[in-house]
């Protein structure tokens, strides 16, 4: 047992020995990389709980995270779930251990979030290293690659742009891979094998984990192909480079991530594409808003986007000034590095991405606004793909490869110095960088990737449901907006865990972002408060004590529980009143309800009344009892259904009861003889007023001197006798200037106190300058009102500056709604029978019995166009909107067996059926080229994957005739012409100059050292309280960074140009396995160059290096002459 263990050690050993150590100082690399990782998490290994922060909130339960993958329905909130099928691949190998360890939620999102951020710098620290050996930036300096590579890893971490975006998550592995993807797209352009192309096929396929991942990487491979173009001159050799690599990529891409691409291809067949809830909300204003702070100064120092958690900007003088350490550093590497990396394409290639980067992430702030505007809002595909355009902040996805990169090269650099000095300069590269992110990282750590203490009362509610109730549906209040900052967890925004982790149920995720969402209108009825601004209805008088049963029918849900844990709202004496409901269980913050009368998933109803707006349905929903509302439903106007499922149309039963509501009746002072202002003196006038633009005959003009709040100036209208019970309905048409609170309000008079009240004030909240508005609000009649009246409110003045406060009523009516409407509903035709059977959350069997006439079929979950009814017949049923959030299929009489299916659920189970076999024939092809691949190095140029081919030489155009450089002038001049007349002569001037850099061959150091000097100044003139000033010199930096970029792209064109006549010779077979095995050759060659110059046998340090470096670049030589003499 001892002598195989010594055996084993030995041979590990002697393994070692002959790579050099490699492996073992990679792992250590590796270890310290992921032990990094781990400090912006620290928080979660000396406090419980569960880190959360809006998007980065998961459901509790493995098998709860397991369903969020592979269903295209939540049902646990009620929304459309496409976006995350993109995350099988991904998510499902960690779930699957986790479920096999028996993992709780907080260890499986803590290791997932460890594991992916740890990712990024191993993938940076892979790229970086080669590319750092291959350049021979690090001399002699044996560990100095291993320092460069390590320090690249930890800049591409901890950069506020990566924390930044690492709590959204699912954007995040894309990121993490970005250096993997390009490494081995640069190795399948080069040697287009199968193998490779399958590798990065795979590769971007598994990282695609949201919408935006797709067009970020497949930019990098389109941005690259087009580089290797330009490389090689445009020449049929390189199309068909290029062609090898693209056409086979996308083709297997397509099929790979079939199981979301075939529901986006048939989603936008049928005209519906998916977008997310804000999608209909995007306007140029937003877009304005997000691009608000990507400017050029901010994108350079990652200080720009929107709604993060932490202020992407930091404060004080120190840290202003540090936070330019990044971009200054790094282009200080580009200036000093730039003749060594001349010839390195990944250098090259990816400063160039970073120039288009920063350019691309200014949004609409800076010189793309228009063209940025139209492809988000307006161009082709704007409808259904515009909004991943909304935070152009993301652009900057390529521009930590270049900072990291570059600082990776010139730490590596100066720790390969020999002397001390060198390598106290990379210790303080390193400390500064690494510094200049504890502004951000800190906050985020401590506030961002810290648990979240979440209470046990959340486990406990759910349990008491399933035992008592077992899968009825539930409702939470609040509703779910973008996060809630809970009294247990104040400074964190947690999204919507409770409602993803409890029973199935309906709640605001589908309509986040309506501006007139039923889910908050809901809550206004029911919140505790006197009459205000954002209320309508006097609650005390107008709200019976046992409407919320009735109110919550488009729940279908069984318990309704209200978290007292959320600052803000007082739904306590609403609820506790409410004798609908009764609290059946409650703990320290949450309280559970159980609904007397509550409606099934599925149901039939045989009336359905169109209403304007929600007051519509209130009105009429507490005339109705709990069994009435179970048989009807609520339509708004405007949406489709025919009147022959039974619709009652509101407006057709309305019948006026008010007297002069157009104030068309004057008496001899002049003002209507039915209407008597209230507010006598000079703080208020009312007047009458005719002509007024966009009035119909006389207006009452109303004008309020008074700033002070809550100071109304009111007229009252006639009073008009009315009966308890009834519903009646206010409309006006109001236009206010310089006001607030103009409303049009109904007064009651209560018979046992003897005075008047007001009942109802609507629009609720009526602020500033408005032309023209229509309001309408129906009420019901409480008892002990005898009569009401009708009142013009003029609101107090705004801003005294702009003078007083005026207010038009044009019509402000009162009208009643006639009791056969009632009387319809009460004689509606019997229910049929509806009976259902869940077979998953996306599909349910159902069977219709005894229906005599068409009625609406009701179903309890959000409103989607792709929720279908399948008929017996083989036809289908469109749904309609009802109640403004849920389902309804109109269905005609008779027997009926249905099925309710939602149909991208079939499209991605079809599409994971294809890309499931064709990932596992992808890895079995990858695992056989593996084991078959023949030992010792790989065929082709492995060594120089990144480095140019020859030496530098004069550029391309000094090498045309005077007649082609001639063209080539008067092509700068048309630029240069057509910019001006189209957007300016600066412009003109700016633009025009980058050919003209070309052209007059501008050495890149030039414009780099320039750039860099003018960056220096940057935070000076911040420090000068002179933003503008920064923002100008700022521009300067960039626009002279992109001419030197340009410049340096020209000389590595140069640079690497084939030998005459190469671009068109064909390789016999033969030939190849002579360069091949001269290659290798090569290969042999460096080695022993390694060892010589690590060996003793040369005394000093400089002379190793320079025999080493004489030994490969002879061997380099003689190999470029071989292989032109094999060709």
Request: glycine share 8%; net charge positive; aromatic share 12%.
């Amino acid at each position: 047992m001892k002598e195989s263990l010594i055996k084993t050690v030995s041979r590990l050993k002697a393994w070692l020995a002959a790579r050099e150590y490699r492996p073992l100082w990679h792992g250590l690399a590796v270890l310290f990389i992921v032990a990094c990782s781990l400090l912006i998490f620290a928080r979660n290994f000396t406090s419980s709980g569960t880190m959360m922060h809006v998007d980065m909130t998961f459901p509790f339960g493995i098998d709860r995270n397991m369903a969020l993958y592979s269903n295209t329905w939540w049902q646990y909130g009620s929304v459309q779930n496409i976006w995350n099928t993109q995350r099988v691949f991904w998510a499902y190998p960690l779930l699957a251990v986790a479920k096999v360890l028996g993992l709780s939620t907080g260890t499986y999102v803590l290791v997932l979030f460890i594991g992916t951020f740890s990712l990024a710098g191993i993938s940076m620290y892979a790229a970086a290293f080669g590319i750092i050996e291959r350049s021979r930036v690090a001399g002699s300096g044996r560990f100095a690659p291993y320092v460069g590579a390590v320090f690249a890893g930890l800049v591409f971490m901890y950069n506020p742009w990566s924390l930044s975006h690492l709590w959204p998550y699912f954007g995040y592995p894309a990121y993490a891979v970005a250096p993997l993807v390009l490494i081995l797209l640069i190795k399948a352009v080069d040697r287009p094998r199968p193998v490779l192309v399958v590798g990065l096929a795979v590769l971007m396929s598994v990282a695609s984990t949201g919408p935006i991942t797709v067009p970020w990487l497949w930019l990098l491979v389109v941005a690259y192909l087009l580089f290797h173009l330009a490389r090689r001159r445009f020449s049929a050799a390189g199309l068909r480079d290029a062609a090898k690599v693209l056409f086979p990529l996308a083709g297997l891409y397509l099929v790979l991530n079939a199981m979301w691409i075939l529901p986006y291809l048939y989603s936008t067949a049928s005209s519906k594409p998916f977008v997310p809830a804000y999608s209909p909300t995007m306007s140029q204003g937003m877009l304005d808003l997000l691009s608000g702070t990507n400017s050029v100064l901010n994108s350079l120092r990652f200080a720009s986007g929107w709604g993060m958690p932490v202020d992407p900007q930091v404060h004080g003088t120190v840290w202003v000034v540090m936070s330019f350490a990044l971009p200054a550093l790094s282009l200080a590497a580009l200036l000093v590095l730039g003749r060594r990396l001349v010839k390195d394409r990944v250098v090259v290639f990816v400063s160039l991405l970073f120039v288009l980067s920063v350019l691309l992430a200014t949004g609409s702030h800076w010189i793309l606004r228009r063209p940025y505007s139209w492809f988000a809002l307006r161009g082709p595909g704007s409808s259904s793909l515009g909004w991943m355009l909304r935070a152009p902040d993301r652009w900057l996805f390529y521009a930590p490869l270049f900072y990291a990169l570059l600082l990776g090269l010139l730490a590596a650099r100066l720790a390969g110095e020999p002397r001390v000095w060198g390598r106290l300069l990379a210790v303080g590269l390193a400390a500064t960088v690494l510094v200049s992110f504890l502004p951000i990282a800190v906050p985020y750590a401590d506030h961002v990737y810290d648990p979240a203490p979440v209470p046990g009362d959340y486990a406990s509610v759910n349990e008491f449901i399933t035992r008592e109730g077992g899968a009825s549906r539930v409702m939470w209040i609040p509703f779910a907006r973008s996060g809630f900052n809970y009294r247990w967890a104040r400074d964190k925004r947690v999204g919507a865990f409770n409602v993803y982790s409890s029973n199935a149920n309906l709640n605001n995720l589908q309509d986040l972002f309506a501006p007139d969402s039923f889910y908050y209108w809901l809550e206004s009825v029911f919140s505790y408060a006197s009459v205000s601004p954002p209320q309508a209805l006097n609650e005390e008088v107008m709200l019976q004590q046992d409407l919320a049963s009735r109110l919550f029918m488009p729940f279908a849900a069984g318990y309704m529980i209200y978290d007292r844990s959320v600052p803000g709202y007082r739904f306590g004496g609403s609820f506790a009143s409410d004798r609908s409901m009764d609290l059946e269980y409650r703990t320290d913050i949450l309280d559970v309800y159980g609904l007397d009368e509550h409606p099934r998933l599925l149901r039939p109803a045989t009336r359905t009344v169109r209403i304007d707006n929600y007051y519509d349905m209130l009105a009429v929903a507490q005339r109705m009892t709990a069994d009435d509302m179970k048989e009807i439903a609520f339509i708004e106007r405007g949406r489709p259904l025919d009147e022959r499922f039974g619709v009652l149309d509101i407006n057709d039963y309305e019948r006026p009861v008010s007297v002069d509501p157009g104030f068309e009746q004057l008496g001899p002072d002049g003002l209507p003889s039915r209407w008597l202002p209230r507010t006598p003196g000079a703080r208020a006038q009312a007047s009458v007023q005719s002509g007024v633009p966009g009035s119909t005959g006389n207006s009452l003009r109303v004008v309020n001197n008074s700033a002070e709040e809550f100071a109304l100036s009111c007229v009252d209208g006639p009073e008009v006798a009315v009966e308890p019970g009834a519903v009646y309905v206010l409309e006006s048409r109001i236009r206010a200037l310089n006001s607030v609170w103009t409303s049009a309000s109904v007064e009651g008079y209560m018979d046992e106190s003897g005075r008047w009240v007001t009942l109802v004030r609507f629009p609720p909240d009526q602020q500033g300058t408005s032309d023209w508005l229509e309001a309408r609000c129906s009420f019901w009649m409480p008892p002990g009102i005898s009569r009401i009246r009708p009142v013009a409110v003029g609101g107090w003045t705004e801003n005294t500056a702009r003078g007083p406060g005026i207010s038009w009523f044009d019509d402000l009516s009162i009208s009643r709604v006639d009791e056969t409407m009632f009387q319809a509903i009460a004689e509606r035709p019997p229910a049929p029978a509806v009976d259902y059977r869940k077979l998953s959350p996306e599909k349910y069997e159902v069977t219709v019995e005894g229906a005599t006439a068409p009625f609406v079929m009701v179903f309890g979950e959000a409103y989607d166009p792709f929720w279908q009814v399948g008929l017996e017949s083989g036809g289908r049923v469109e749904p309609t909107r009802l109640y403004s959030t849920i389902n309804g299929f109109p269905v005609e009489g008779g027997g009926l067996d249905l099925t309710v299916e939602y149909l991208p659920q079939d499209w991605f189970t079809l599409g994971l059926v294809i890309a499931l076999a064709a990932l596992i024939a992808s890895l079995l092809f990858i695992s056989f080229c593996l084991l078959k691949r023949r030992r010792g190095p790989a065929r082709g140029p492995a060594g120089d994957t990144c480095e140019g081919e020859g030496p530098a030489g004069r550029s391309v155009l000094e090498r045309t005739g005077r007649l082609s450089r001639r063209l080539w002038w008067l092509g700068v001049a048309a630029v240069f012409v057509v910019v001006a007349v189209w957007w300016g002569l600066l412009s003109a001037l700016v633009v025009a100059s980058f050919p003209a850099a070309v052209l007059l061959s501008l050495p890149p150091r030039l414009p780099l050292g320039v750039s860099l000097a003018v960056l220096l100044l940057c935070p000076v003139a911040i420090l000068f309280d002179r933003t503008s000033t920064a923002e100008t010199l700022a521009i300067a930096a960039y626009y002279l960074l992109a001419l030197g970029v340009l410049a340096l792209f020209a000389r590595h064109l140069s640079a690497s140009r084939p030998p005459p006549g190469g671009e068109n010779l064909e390789v016999e077979p033969r030939a190849r396995d002579i360069i091949d095995s001269q290659e290798q050759a090569v290969q042999t060659c460096k080695c022993l160059s390694r060892v010589v110059a690590r060996s003793g046998i040369v005394r000093t340090r400089s002379a190793r290096a320079a025999i080493a470096d004489r030994m490969g670049l002879a061997w380099k030589a003689g190999t470029g002459c071989g292989q032109r003499r094999s060709k």
